[in-house]
């Protein structure tokens, strides 16, 4: 009975070592062929003698067995791979065994609270955001049990008993997701667990920050998965092949087509594109991550989320960095296997006299004029350099304009007669000197007049067409729908032939520039507004075409400034759209009516007087620069006066006519407000005939439509005076 057990065994036994032998073979099989040599299978054999990291034996060891031999590596459960040694003691961090002394701890607080209140001192708060090891979240990968409180662990317990509540440990942001955070062959986040991270970071950001901010948020169908060779820590271990890396990745040109990126003195400096930016600016960031590939992943995110971002690799103080680019918060982002860094004073010392020593910097702004509200706003007007942001700040507020043309405008609480400070940043964040100016003590101003952003006075009028307040009910657009359908009956009455109405609705200003709204409409834009309804109302009105340009003002913001900043109207590059719009609809009747492309004008600038809401705001002493547009071609038009190089087009106000000797050409009498202005006298070169009634005379004049018998009356009428048929 012993002989046949002990048979058994061994029968046991030769089939085990016989299956580990087949095992063997085909794992040497798949590395022959993993390998690229003629004689693969004698190049896998002959390399089984040799134990390094890396080796043939390493990998059919982890082909067999699933384990690692390499130093330092330790295989997790689902193709995971964990550091254990290096600049940093993972394994001895995992079994609790890393934890730092008290006098370390009390180093730790120190260094910190200092930098702390070195911030504050500027204005700008400091929090540090801790980005786990990967073993710290992925306890269920781990083979080996986690024993004791990590060094980490232990070092923000101390700090928030202590007084010093703003360092994070991120661990629960990682833990727990749907989604991989962690690429399974090294010690890093992934796009996904980056993005985790900025999104836990922005959640513990202050209110005055976060209130500002409009953070990315990522969907599942933004999500993509994908699988390349092996990492660092299976590449260290020589599988990189055999373990495959998973990574959750997202596209991010949607976010980096948000900002632009300059180098200055070092730092990666990334701004809004005024388009995203909005009028009251979102926050300013100064991050600092010395890691580069969590930087790499974090910089899109938090720069298409904050006004500026800059970006330094180092992790110290600096007066310079907080002073020149005024960052609301310092964001530190570090490794927990980097911590120490925390700790090293010289990087500050090097960063400070590094920053200290630039030399390229902006002038300082020239403030002209001023006027006070009698609700205890200040608008301040001034001369500034191209390409450059001015803050003003007073006893009870500031506010941060960009200014454009050498012009900027901005305006902010006072209590009137009080010293106003104001300073200019550059694009890259560079900060002049400071200069004051006294605001004036009397109210002297219209308060149907604000300053808006980039630096544009906004008429009071426009605002409910933004916030949709004075949207119509159905009953008042049918009988506005029936007024314009009486009209067209009355002057086809008149003309004895088919007249058409061209009804050409000039936009707000803030239709165009919604960023320019102000702090009082921020967030408060309507989803329709009442062009949105006119134009319902009327596309389908027989003989009746209504003119929206609002979606390609929009875009080609780029040409050219579309609104004057101090003037109720548009400028001539802008009203330019309006005066296509009106030829290309009359093309389809008259096909001799070819508008003039935008490039067949030569664009000059001239210094002008400021427009009629520089006036009612009692702004005085400033200039506007402003773009002419000449024809290339000589004008066939006669009658009109000549255009000048103002703002202030007064001289177009009257009545009008101008001729041209081309019988093919239509004939057109007009119904105008000012915005008619800046059509003239490019307008009349298209019509045989064209008569306009005087600025502001909305009934038309059937006595004149009867004598001309016109082919189109075309309506110029901007937003907010599009009530004349109400």
């Known amino acids: 009975m012993k002989k046949k057990a002990q048979k058994i065994i061994l029968i046991a036994a030769l089939a085990v070592a016989f299956c580990a032998l087949l095992y063997t073979a085909a794992a040497l099989f798949t590395l022959s062929f993993e390998s690229g040599e003629q004689n693969g299978f004698i190049y896998a054999v002959s390399h089984l003698a040799s134990d390094p990291p890396g080796s043939v034996f390493s990998k059919i060891v982890y082909k067999c067995f699933g384990a690692v031999t390499a130093d330092g590596v330790r295989a997790g459960k689902d193709g995971y791979l964990f550091p254990t040694k290096g600049d940093f003691d993972y394994g001895a961090d995992l079994r609790g065994e890393l934890t730092y002394d008290s006098q370390t701890l009390s180093e730790f607080l120190s260094e910190l609270s200092r930098r702390r209140d070195a911030y504050a001192a500027d204005g700008c708060e400091y929090r540090v955001f801790v980005i786990p090891n990967s073993q710290t979240v992925l306890t269920d990968k781990l083979r080996a049990k986690k024993t004791g409180q990590s060094g980490?662990?232990?070092?923000e317990k101390y700090l928030h008993d202590n007084g010093f509540d703003d360092f994070?440990?991120?661990?629960?942001?990682?833990?727990?997701s749907k989604y991989q955070t962690y690429h399974n062959t090294d010690n890093a986040v992934n796009d996904y667990g980056a993005y985790l991270v900025y999104k836990r970071i922005a959640a513990l950001m202050p209110?005055?920050?976060?209130?500002?901010?409009?953070?990315?948020?990522?969907?599942?169908?933004?999500?993509?998965f994908s699988e390349s060779?092996?990492?660092?820590?299976?590449?260290?271990?020589?599988?990189?092949?055999?373990?495959?890396?998973?990574?959750?990745?997202?596209?991010?040109?949607?976010?980096?087509?948000?900002?632009?990126?300059?180098?200055?003195?070092?730092?990666?400096?990334?701004?809004?594109?005024?388009?995203?930016?909005?009028?009251?600016?979102?926050?300013?960031?100064?991050?600092?991550?010395?890691?580069?590939?969590?930087?790499?992943?974090?910089?899109?995110?938090?720069?298409?989320t904050y006004t500026n971002t800059v970006c330094a690799d180092v992790l110290g103080y600096s007066r310079a960095a907080a002073e020149q680019f005024s960052a609301d918060i310092c964001v530190c982002v570090i490794r927990q296997d980097g911590l120490d860094a925390l700790l090293d004073r010289d990087d500050s010392k090097t960063y400070t006299a590094h920053l200290d020593g630039i030399v390229n910097g902006v002038s300082a702004p020239e403030p002209v004029t001023a006027s006070l509200r009698a609700d205890g706003r200040v608008i301040i007007a001034g001369e500034c350099a191209e390409a450059c942001y001015v803050t003003v700040t007073s006893s009870s507020g500031s506010v941060r304009v960009r200014g454009e043309g050498g012009l900027f405008i901005a305006e902010l609480p006072s209590k009137g007669g009080e010293k106003l400070k104001l300073y200019a940043e550059s694009d890259a964040g560079i900060r002049s000197d400071t200069v004051a100016y006294t605001a004036p003590a009397r109210a002297t101003a219209s308060e149907g007049v604000v300053a808006g952003g980039s630096s544009m006075l906004l008429y009071g009028q426009t605002f409910a067409d933004f916030t949709g307040d004075n949207l119509l009910k159905a009953d008042k657009l049918a009988l506005v729908r029936k007024r314009v359908e009486k009209i067209r009956d009355s002057v086809r009455k008149s003309s004895g032939k088919d007249t058409k109405i061209i009804i050409l609705a000039a936009p707000d200003p803030l239709s165009v520039y919604p960023e320019a709204a102000p702090d009082e409409l921020y967030g408060k834009r309507g989803a329709v507004s009442r062009l949105d309804q006119y134009r319902t109302a009327l596309s389908d009105v027989e003989g009746v075409v209504f003119l929206d340009v609002r979606a390609e003002m929009q875009q080609n913001r780029d040409i050219g400034r579309l609104y004057y900043q101090t003037d109720t109207h548009w400028t001539e590059t802008g009203a330019y759209f309006g005066y296509r719009a009106i030829t290309d609809a009359i093309s389809a009747d008259f096909p001799s009516v070819t508008p003039y492309p935008f490039n067949a004008f030569k664009a000059e600038t001239a210094e002008a007087v400021p427009g009629d809401l520089a006036g009612f705001s009692d702004l005085h002493g400033i200039s506007e620069r402003i773009t002419v547009l000449r024809p290339v071609t000589r004008q066939r038009a006669v009658g009109l006066p000549e255009k000048p190089d103002t703002i202030d087009r007064s001289i177009y106000g009257g009545e009008l006519t101008s001729a041209v000797n081309d019988d093919s050409l239509p004939v057109a009498v007009m119904i105008r407000d000012s915005y008619s202005a800046n059509l003239f006298p490019l307008i009349g070169e298209h019509f045989s005939f064209l008569y306009a009634q005087s600025m502001w005379r909305y009934d038309p004049e059937y006595k004149k439509i009867a004598e001309y018998a016109p082919d189109y009356v075309i309506y110029v009428i901007c937003e907010r005076n599009l009530g004349i048929w109400e």
Do not use: W
Not at 168 to 176: E, G, I, Q, V
């Open 207 to 224: 209110d005055a920050v976060s209130r500002r901010a409009e953070e990315t948020t990522l969907t599942e169908t933004t999500l993509r």
């Open 168 to 176: 994070y440990l991120l661990d629960t942001a990682l833990s727990h």
């Open 152 to 155: 980490a662990e232990q070092l």
């Open 229 to 304: 060779d092996g990492r660092a820590l299976a590449a260290s271990a020589g599988i990189e092949k055999l373990c495959r890396n998973r990574n959750v990745y997202y596209d991010t040109a949607p976010l980096t087509d948000k900002y632009d990126v300059r180098r200055v003195a070092g730092l990666t400096v990334c701004e809004m594109k005024d388009e995203y930016n909005g009028f009251i600016g979102r926050s300013k960031v100064l991050l600092q991550i010395p890691d580069g590939y969590e930087r790499s992943l974090l910089l899109p995110l938090f720069a298409s």
